[in-house]
């Protein structure tokens, strides 16, 4: 028989997180800092939960936009388990279409998602406090036709005293996917609720067939935030059925060069 | 993640007892699971979340009351003993804890924790096929079967089987219907509730992973940019393929990702690449009647159990028949003077060898595993072998002249070619190789 203690780990799929964040001047003092300090929190939890994670291999990258959009990790999302938060801070403009742009450019098998063992379907967190101080509608029509974007489980956050709803909603796609609170404390275990919750969705045990949205996982997440459902409102949005979807549901799975 | 219980917080329970908190212990998908002070033992409390009860809360509290009255169907369930009062919406029940030294299966496919030999993880997979059988036996269902249902010792194979709060009346909804990956492709294709048949699925999967660290239905076609849940619906519904398809190679392993299968696969005797092949095979797939039963299980892990044997480099070998063999590791001729044969095969009769009670002839359900026979060697001459009456029954034995003997419960038949004797409906005979 081969040797136990050579055999290797069994196989896992990528699970893409990405945060969307808004660091432009409005977030500063206060705001960045419990944003920083949320997230410092997140990734400890996110990272034990990594290790004994055999459904998923978590990985994680970061989008800052302010004046212009930034990742903070150029190379591509970084394994959870060896992630360190690295504190952002606030200044600049609030460049959404920047941001949408530079997203759009990475969700890509050829940039950031080019896992040899295959993937999920990636996770989108977005946040924002104000409107947009770019042309955004340009890049969101773009990004929309990306099967991933179009595809994947996007929440959003919409902090702050004049956030802009239907900005946010039409970035997430769906305003029962997001929360809006100036309650930053209640953003700050919101966002942890919902990043454990999504990093999960690949271990946990279905009540039905049905697909989990991020709606549902942020409806999981107020429930244990023990929040009032209040901060979801309702926004109509006009998503667009994106070509990329409906050709995706329409043919085989994925789209076929992706097969070998 | 959710808002904790704060150590010292008192629950009432439905037997009329208290669960004091005393600590958080972990966490998953459906609740939290914490030690308590409960009728002057620690105990574990699991605590559920609010999403965490399936559709309908009420009903889904009505089963682990049901499970706590009907009591545990064999010890290694982890079984609910007593659930708590209703608090904001939520309830929990009260179970043993998990000793120290147990690992989930999780851990084992990270390889956080490995098994010290193959014996082992048999020893493990036997633990889980046979109180799944117990299970299935009393007409119950477990419905919810993956791989964070289990704790495994890795030293010595036991198994406590957690998160029996799913487990039901076959048939019943309890509202869960799986996890992904593990469920089996009828419950994946929505085209049935979990029942028995799909359990057995399930535990496929977990004892081929036990084995081969590698998800029996994942292979190259797993390997997708994108799992979107139609892809999910077809790798692991309809279309679902095993890994070692014999006829349909287009998911066979991947020679850089699942380097397992080519270590462990060509190594497992043929029977137990048979019972593989049959459990996820397009038959199994479609048809659940066409999936082995415990039982067929239980016989060939018993076989494989006792025909391992151990070099003295450590190594462990399988062997064929019962005939000797060269280790491929040191190269060492392994002696197996001799063999005993049963109807279908034979294992080597070599110290420490075992014939188990299941073995011998139909049995109950709990003595499955019971070693009848073993093989010893003598105190003060290890050289003379004989095999041990470990039953409380007298056995026939018969000499190859033809004399009859009796060999009373404790007593030792000494390793001769050509003596037969019979225990239950088995008859075994002594050949030398
Ligand atoms: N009896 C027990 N004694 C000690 N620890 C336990 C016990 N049962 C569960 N745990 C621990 O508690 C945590 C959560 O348990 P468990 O996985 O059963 O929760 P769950 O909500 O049913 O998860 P899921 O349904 O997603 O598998 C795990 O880390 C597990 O190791
Ligand atoms: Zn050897």
């Keep these: 028989m081969p040797k136990i203690d050579e055999l290797e780990a069994t196989a896992r799929r990528a699970l893409h997180i990405f945060y969307v964040l808004d660091t432009s001047g409005s977030m500063t003092g206060t705001p960045?800092?419990?944003?920083?300090?949320?997230?410092?929190?997140?990734?400890?939890?996110?990272?034990?939960?990594?290790?004994?994670?055999?459904?998923?291999?978590?990985?994680?990258?970061?989008?800052?936009?302010?004046?212009?959009?930034?990742?903070?990790q150029p190379n591509g999302p970084e394994n959870m388990e060896d992630f360190i938060w690295e504190d952002?801070?606030?200044?600049?403009?609030?460049?959404?279409?920047?941001?949408l742009s530079e997203l759009d450019s990475k969700l890509s098998r050829k940039a950031f998602l080019n896992s040899m063992t295959g993937a999920y379907l990636p996770i989108i967190i977005f946040m924002s406090d104000g409107y947009a101080t770019d042309n955004?509608?340009?890049?969101?029509?773009?990004?929309?036709?990306?099967?991933?974007?179009?595809?994947?489980?996007k929440i959003g956050f919409a902090l702050g005293e004049n956030p802009d709803m239907k900005m946010i909603s039409e970035v997430v796609g769906n305003?029962?996917?997001?929360?809006r609170t100036q309650d930053l404390d209640l953003f700050a275990r919101l966002i942890k609720f919902a990043s454990v919750t999504a990093s999960m969705m690949c271990s946990t045990s279905r009540t039905s067939n049905q697909d989990v949205t991020g709606a549902d996982i942020l409806k999981e997440a107020i429930d244990q935030g023990s929040a009032p459902e209040s901060i979801v409102e309702n926004v109509p949005v006009d998503v667009p059925e994106s070509s990329a979807d409906e050709k995706d549901s329409a043919s085989d799975g994925w789209d076929a060069d992706d097969w070998e | 993640m959710s808002e904790k219980l704060s150590s010292g917080y008192r629950i009432n329970t439905l037997l009329g007892k208290e669960a004091v908190i005393e600590k958080w212990l972990g966490e998953g998908g459906q609740g939290d699971v914490y030690a308590v002070q409960y009728g002057g033992e620690r105990k574990a409390l699991k605590w559920y979340k609010p999403c965490g009860m399936g559709k309908n809360p009420q009903a889904f509290y009505e089963n682990v009351k049901d499970n706590v009255m009907r009591g545990s169907p064999s010890p290694e369930f982890l079984w609910p003993q007593d659930v708590t009062e209703w608090k904001d919406g939520v309830f929990g029940y009260i179970m043993d804890l998990r000793p120290d030294g147990y690992y989930e299966v999780s851990d084992f496919m990270l390889t956080n924790v490995r098994f010290t030999s193959y014996k082992t993880i048999i020893d493990a997979a036997l633990h889980i096929v046979s109180a799944y059988r117990i299970l299935h036996n009393i007409g119950y269902s477990y419905q919810d079967l993956n791989d964070g249902n289990?704790?495994?010792?890795?030293?010595?194979?036991?198994?406590?089987?957690c998160d029996n709060d799913n487990v039901a009346p076959d048939g019943r909804k309890t509202g869960i219907i799986g996890k992904p990956r593990y469920m089996a492709p009828e419950i994946v294709m929505g085209l049935r509730d979990p029942y028995n048949l799909s359990d057995r699925f399930s535990m496929s999967i977990i004892l081929f992973i036990l084995f081969c660290l590698t998800h029996p239905l994942e292979g190259k076609r797993s390997l997708v940019p994108a799992m979107s849940p139609e892809l999910q619906e077809k790798l692991y519904g309809s279309e679902a393929l095993f890994i070692m398809d014999p006829e349909d190679r287009s998911n066979a392993p991947d020679p850089k990702i699942h380097r397992n299968m080519r270590a462990v696969w060509p190594c497992l005797p043929a029977y137990m690449q048979e019972i593989f092949l049959k459990a996820f095979g397009q038959d199994a797939m479609k048809n659940p009647n066409a999936r082995p039963a415990e039982l067929e299980w239980v016989n060939a892990l018993v076989r494989f159990r006792s025909e391992i044997e151990q070099c003295q480099c450590g190594n462990e070998i399988f062997t064929e028949d019962g005939a000797p063999c060269v280790c491929e590791c040191c190269r060492r001729k392994l002696s197996i003077p001799f063999r005993l044969r049963f109807q279908e095969y034979a294992i080597p009769g070599t110290p420490g060898s075992r014939i188990y009670r299941c073995q011998v002839g139909s049995c109950k359900l709990d003595e499955v595993l019971k070693p009848v026979g073993l093989v010893v060697s003598k105190k003060d001459d290890p050289s003379l072998i004989g095999i041990r009456n470990m039953t409380d029954k007298s056995w026939n034995a018969e000499t190859p002249s033809g004399k009859s003997k009796r060999v009373m419960p404790g007593e030792v038949i000494p390793m001769k070619a050509g003596i037969t004797f019979t225990i239950h409906d088995e008859t075994i005979k002594i050949e030398s190789n």
């Design chain 1, 32 to 72: 960045v800092a419990t944003l920083n300090r949320a997230m410092e929190e997140t990734v400890e939890v996110l990272r034990k939960q990594a290790k004994s994670n055999a459904d998923a291999e978590l990985k994680i990258a970061v989008l800052e936009f302010n004046t212009g959009a930034r990742w903070i």
């Design chain 1, 88 to 99: 952002l801070s606030a200044g600049g403009l609030t460049d959404v279409g920047a941001a």
């Design chain 1, 136 to 153: 955004y509608q340009k890049a969101l029509d773009e990004i929309r036709q990306n099967k991933w974007f179009a595809r994947s489980t």
């Design chain 1, 175 to 179: 305003s029962e996917a997001v929360v």
């Design chain 2, 150 to 161: 289990f704790f495994i010792n890795p030293k010595n194979g036991k198994v406590l089987i």
